[in-house]
Every structure is written in structure tokens, then in C-alpha cells.
């Protein structure tokens, strides 16, 4: 039967005590770091995808239940699930799913679980409607609906649509947080991929004012005398 209570069973069942050790250190699950209190099974992501695939067909009101989980991976669950019900619904239903995801944000509450699901559910349905909840999001006092906010736009980015990527790095270039320097950074790389002139042309107007971490990820693929002349504020 495929109920909430099976699929956590199931998920305990896979529960690795050593592997749940190492991801409560990488989480940085500790007091006062971002993660605090949350608790790992020690499943890999293949392993929960598999179940999720399995446990699709749950209801909103099912998925909930484990959305809310102190667990991490059951949260991860959650989420997978929820783009799977996303991706085969209709626009009634995409809708749904995404009020459904935006009212529960305070649980999307580790940078995987942002980067797996945001650009998959907000970033794809925002695609062809007014974006200024992502504005909303990235002036949030929330740092993971702040990630949120830029990670939706990898969506964006694949269709070579830069617009909100670059207005949204902006709003966060004076965020004090390690993981928004990581994610704009990585936004802007993404962006450079497939234009390094428009990637460049937000650089060389804010680079000098950019947390190093996030100059750092931005210019990544670079060539080598290109990038030592940002990391020096010589361009």
C-alpha cells in the first residue's frame, strides 16, 4: 500500500548510521550553523529519487506530512515528489503545486532541498507569466527563499533568458551569507556559459563590490590571465 507510513518505513529501512554522520557534518547541522537540528537517515539522493518515483501518487495532503518532517530525507522525498506530480499535471494542477511549495518554504530549509526543486517547479512555471514573486523572495529576511529566488532562474538561464538572473544577483550582492555568494556566483558562471559578453557585463559593473566567494564561482571558467585581472580588480 503506498502510504506515508510505508514510504518512511521505507526510508528508515535504508538508513546508513555512518553515512547519516558525515551529511549531519556537511549540512553543518550543528548550533547555530545553518543547519541546525536536522536529522539524517544517510540515504543518497538515487535512493530517495527511487522511492519518490514510487510513491507519486500520494496527495498533496500526504506529501505534506513528510514535507514537514524533522528528517532531511523525507523532506527530500517530499520535494521529488512534488516534481513529479508538477511535471505530469496540468496548468490547474502546476498551479497547485507551486502555491503548495511557495506556502511551505520554511521547510525547503537546506540548500539541496533548494537546489533540487526550485528551478524544477518555480523556474519551469514562471517560464511564460509575471516573475515578481522571485523579486518577493529575494528580498526575503529567509536565506533559502532568497536561494530560492536565484536557483528558480536556472530555468530561465537554459533558454538563454538572463534578465532575472542578473536583476536578482543584484539585489543579493550585499547579502552576508556564504551559501547566496556560492548560488549567485554559480548563477552567473551559469549564465557566462552560454554568454560570457552578458555575464561579463554585469561583472565588470559590480565585480568590485562582490563577496569574493561569489566572484570566485562567477569567474570560474575564465581563462587564467582573464580571471587573475578580476581577482585583482584590474579589469
Known amino acids: 500500500m503506498l502510504s506515508v507510513k510505508n514510504l518512511q518505513k521505507e526510508l528508515r529501512k535504508k538508513k546508513n548510521p555512518e553515512q547519516a554522520k558525515l551529511l549531519q557534518r556537511f549540512f553543518k547541522t550543528g548550533p547555530g550553523e545553518y543547519g541546525q537540528g536536522d536529522i539524517f537517515l544517510g540515504l543518497t539522493v538515487p535512493q530517495v529519487r527511487k522511492l519518490s518515483k514510487k510513491y507519486k501518487t500520494l496527495s498533496l495532503k500526504e506529501v505534506k506530512k513528510v514535507l514537514t518532517s524533522k528528517i532531511h530525507e523525507e523532506r527530500l522525498a517530499a ?133 569574493r566567494t561569489m566572484l570566485r564561482y562567477a569567474i570560474e571558467r575564465f581563462e587564467e590571465k582573464k580571471r587573475k585581472k578580476y581577482l585583482l580588480g584590474k579589469i
Open 79 to 211: 520535494l521529488l515528489i512534488l516534481i513529479e506530480i508538477f511535471e505530469k499535471g496540468d496548468e490547474n494542477k502546476r498551479k497547485q503545486i507551486v502555491d503548495f511549495y511557495l506556502e511551505h518554504t520554511k521547510y525547503i530549509n537546506n540548500w539541496d532541498l533548494v537546489d533540487v526543486s526550485a528551478h524544477k517547479i518555480i523556474g519551469v512555471y514562471l517560464k511564460n507569466k509575471n516573475r515578481k514573486i522571485l523579486y518577493k523572495l529575494a528580498k526575503s529576511k529567509s536565506l533559502w527563499e532568497k536561494r530560492i529566488a536565484i536557483i528558480s532562474t536556472f530555468s530561465f538561464i537554459s533558454e538563454n533568458d538572463f534578465s532575472d538572473t542578473l536583476k536578482i544577483s543584484k539585489i543579493l550582492l550585499k547579502d552576508k551569507h556564504d551559501l547566496i555568494h556560492k548560488a549567485v556566483g554559480w548563477a552567473l558562471r551559469e549564465v557566462g556559459k552560454r554568454s560570457q559578453a552578458d555575464e561579463e557585463k554585469f561583472l565588470k559593473k559590480y565585480y568590485k563590490k562582490m563577496p
